[in-house]
């Protein structure tokens, strides 16, 4: 019996429902191209992909907020700057970002045992679904919601019940699988079981410490016995 099936009484869950950046994928050298590109196109100088990887996790309006505080520039070039990201970033997404190591080991894993997927990420589906398809995984997923495709995004439960919903599997027999508080607790607002990955931007806040039902370094760890 693997690590899953001791958690759902014997049996794996139904649906697993996974977030994206941090999670499946290392999103964040494209992020700071995006970044820099933007920076650049505002006069000031290129924050470099280890500043900006401290800056990921709460959403590109954030990012862009502490980019521009960075810089020094006022908040009211947010919006310019949130322009000229989004262009920037729509044309390198796919450029450097990467699968985590057993991602995709686990996604095939599922499959083959007839778990059904879903992806519920705050990434707009404009983003992500280039990225499942140019990393080859798009296929894994029954339906992929972003934070455009609900009222509220993470951490509200608004994604992970349309994902039940759709896939009609109750709380019960569902898995939620991210990387930050946002993750965390909207699987507690949702009713369901979380698995927390070590590896993702959790803003140095150890996901641990939020209290997942499992805690992997490697998503293959689901399988472990």
């Excluded at 290392?26 to 970044?35: E, G, K, L």
């Excluded at 820099?36 to 290129?46: E, P, R």
């Excluded at 296929?139 to 509200?156: D, M, N, S, T």
Aim: proline share 5%; hydrophobic share 45%.
């Amino acid at each position: 019996m693997n690590k899953l099936q001791r958690h759902f009484g014997g049996q794996l869950p139904a649906l697993v429902l996974f977030d994206l950046d941090g999670t499946l994928i290392d999103s964040v050298p494209d992020i700071a191209i995006a970044t820099d590109t933007m920076l650049k196109a505002l006069g000031q100088a290129a924050a470099g992909e280890p500043l900006v990887r401290s800056w990921v996790g709460n959403g590109a309006a954030t990012l862009v907020a502490r980019a521009l505080a960075h810089a020094g520039l006022p908040a009211q070039t947010q919006e310019q700057a949130m322009t000229l990201w989004r262009a920037a970033y729509t044309l390198c997404c796919t450029r450097e970002t990467r699968l985590y190591p057993g991602a995709r080991e686990c996604l095939q894993q599922l499959q083959a045992a007839d778990v059904a997927m879903a992806l519920v990420t705050n990434k707009p589906v404009q983003f992500a679904q280039p990225i499942l398809d140019h990393l080859g995984i798009a296929q894994y997923f029954r339906i992929v919601l972003g934070g455009e495709c609900v009222e509220q995004k993470k951490p509200a439960p608004d994604m992970l019940i349309e994902a039940m919903q759709d896939a009609n599997v109750t709380a019960q027999h569902t898995l939620m699988v991210g990387d930050s508080a946002a993750d965390i607790n909207a699987a507690k607002a949702a009713g369901v079981a979380v698995a927390a990955v070590t590896y993702g931007y959790d803003n140095g806040a150890p996901v641990a410490s939020l209290s997942p039902d499992l805690t992997v370094d490697n998503l293959t760890e689901l399988f472990d016995r």
